[in-house]
């Protein structure tokens, strides 16, 4: 059987579950930090998402905190650039004057950060 080929064949009895959960744990741990220190607008995002409650308004405040904890040390930067990117890329309009096919893109857009 081809290495690429499916159904994959795993074996019935795994070496050790504890090396897939070291493994596990050695990928979403950092992962999680590194959206944790570089994209505290997502989490302030999901809590305005969340139902009224006083736990809630607690998370809310410590969200809020900990976003202006992250920007005042400019780790909000690299998404700010992303997030302008994007916004550039979206207010593109591609026009038909100049006659050919594709058009050309024109930029229509504000290049602020919300």
Known sequence: MNSHDFPAEFPADPASGADALRWTIRVLVPTALALALLNAAAIVNWTRELPVSPGTAKAMTAADAWSAATAEL??????KALHRAWKRAAAMRWSEADGSEQGSATRNGSDQYQ
């Open 74 to 79: 400019g780790l909000d930067a690299p998404r």
